[in-house]
T-cell receptor
């Protein structure tokens, strides 16, 4: 079975500081990994994805994530956050045409 | 493409009434997902379809919930009878095999 663990439910950070949102997954087979962002009262929007190839994936809004197979992690990072990055971030995993499983989400709160 | 279209955006209904949520996936996508989001339980997968066939409905909370996908361009999620604890935001998402899921804006359901 596949599952996704987001270790931090909330991450407070000051503007222009770096941030890392953690995600670990469990699966016995190769998976596809995703990070989504949800702004208030909106649907989920794809930030970035890892399907294969380079383990460092760059996404929109200056975010990037690194796939680490040995640690079964896919942490999301941004070197300098903005107020507008305040949102809920979801890590997700699926295998091919299988169902997409989401983590419980991490609320990123950026303070001025 | 207009993206995944859900209707209605908001629904307020009385306990015991039937509620029908609608979704039009992105043209050409062969997988469709229904999710429910609440503060307490986060983002839960209710059911997903592949090529219009229900593949996994293990997330459907009880028999009051049913979902159909009569063709590749339309799906419904029905709750009959509705209860206050069904109040949540319901998201529909679609994807092509192995690719990311695209989400609709959601339907905010309030059962009073």
């Amino acid at each position: 079975a596949q599952s996704v663990t987001q270790l931090d439910s909330q991450v407070p950070v000051f503007e222009e500081a770096p941030v890392e949102l953690r995600c670990n997954y469990s699966s016995s087979v190769s998976v596809y990994l995703f990070w989504y962002v949800q702004y208030p009262n909106q649907g989920l929007q794809l930030l970035l994805k890892y399907l294969s190839g380079s383990t460092l994936v760059k996404g929109i809004n200056g975010f990037e994530a690194e796939f680490n197979k040995s640690q079964t992690s896919f942490h999301l990072r941004k070197p300098s956050v903005h107020i507008s990055d305040t949102a809920e971030y979801f890590c997700a995993v699926h295998k091919g045409t299988d169902k997409l499983i989401f983590g419980t989400g991490t609320r990123l709160q950026v303070f001025p | 493409d207009a993206g995944v279209i859900q209707s209605p955006r908001h629904e307020v209904t009385e306990m015991g009434q039937e509620v029908t949520l609608r979704c039009k996936p992105i043209s050409g996508h062969n997988s469709l997902f229904w999710y429910r989001q609440t503060m307490m339980r986060g983002l839960e997968l209710l059911i997903y379809f592949n090529n219009n066939v229900p593949i996994d409905d293990s997330g459907m909370p009880e028999d009051r919930f049913s979902a159909k996908m009569p063709n590749a361009s339309f799906s419904t999620l029905k709750i009959q009878p509705s209860e206050p604890r069904d109040s949540a935001v319901y998201f529909c998402a679609s994807s092509s095999s192995g690719a990311e899921a695209f989400f609709g804006q959601g339907t905010r359901l309030t059962v009073v």
